[in-house]
């Protein structure tokens, strides 16, 4: 079963995306979105896409500055919880204390000033890889901790492009995690030695995206904190790299 369906991902999604802050580290879907706004400053902000959207924080905090923002995820269950949160402007979940006792959460898009500009997000669930005909022309791609999840990275960065309006922008976030249960160790861009030399996860993705992009300034650390239960916390620190579209 995809882990992403399940209720346990669903809760520690939710908490991650609209719950507390945990050991002083930032929201991470917001500061991702926020790093995309600064980026895109002067630019166009008419359409922008979230892949791997989850439950969808970045989504709503691009729709701050963009007119349009669709978030697209595999997960039916977390598309789910987005779209309720979209319509209700509220959505109740249960975060795990130990065992089967839970504490009652509320997600509140009024609570972070998204519920006025919500109505500029749609969120539907596809396949990244496999993108229907209505993406197109977007101003903004963002795909925040999606690569490592991917049975095909370089066929994902291969293709990604023909989305993005030229001078559109690229930002990809992720910790490389390399996990053979999603990415084959055939299809890593890199976490490996090749002839006496390391090969990392940027240098692949440097090399699958050079056709189209060139790289924006250097990547940046960001830090995220996932809640698993109130004493196990993951604490992981993700590479964030910007990439325009030039041809
Ligand atoms: C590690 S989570 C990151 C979610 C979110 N971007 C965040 O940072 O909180 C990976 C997400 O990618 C989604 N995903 C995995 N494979 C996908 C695919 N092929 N197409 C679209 N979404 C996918 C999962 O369902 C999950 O929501």
């Known amino acids: 079963m995809n882990p992403y369906e399940t209720d346990e991902l669903v809760t520690q999604y939710m908490e991650f995306h609209y719950g507390d802050r945990y050991f002083e ?14 980026l895109i400053h002067n630019g166009a902000t008419r359409k922008a896409l979230d892949l791997g ?3 969808g924080r970045t989504s709503f905090e691009l729709a701050r500055t963009f007119d349009e923002v669709i978030g697209v995820d595999l997960s039916a269950r977390f598309i789910e919880c987005a779209t309720q949160l979209k319509k209700r402007g509220t959505l109740d979940y249960s975060i795990i204390t130990e065992g ?42 963002f795909a925040g ?6 049975q095909d990275p370089r066929r994902f960065l291969d293709s990604v492009h023909q989305y993005l309006n ?23 861009l890199g976490g490996y030695s090749e002839d006496g030399q390391d090969i990392r996860v940027l240098d692949g993705m440097k090399i699958a995206l050079e056709p189209h992009f060139t790289m924006l300034g250097e990547p940046v650390d960001v830090p995220f904190v996932i809640r698993e239960t109130q004493r196990k916390f ?14």
Request: net charge negative; hydrophobic share 40%; glycine share 2%.
């Open 166 to 188: 030229m001078g559109g922008v690229l930002v990809m976030s992720s910790p490389y995690t390399l996990l053979e249960e999603y990415t084959p160790r055939e299809n890593w």
């Open 100 to 141: 089967e006792l839970v504490i009652p959460r509320q997600a509140d898009l009024a609570a972070l000033k998204l519920d006025q500009i919500a109505n500029r997000v749609t969120f539907f669930q596809e396949d990244a890889c496999d993108l229907s005909a209505r993406h197109e022309g977007y101003d903004l791609i």
């Open 25 to 38: 580290v930032e929201n991470y879907p917001a500061k991702c979105a926020q790093i995309c706004i600064e």
């Open 234 to 247: 993951q604490h992981t620190i993700a590479e964030l790299s910007c990439w325009k579209r030039i041809k």
């Open 145 to 150: 901790n999606l690569l490592d999840r991917l």
């Open 53 to 55: 959207c989850a439950v």
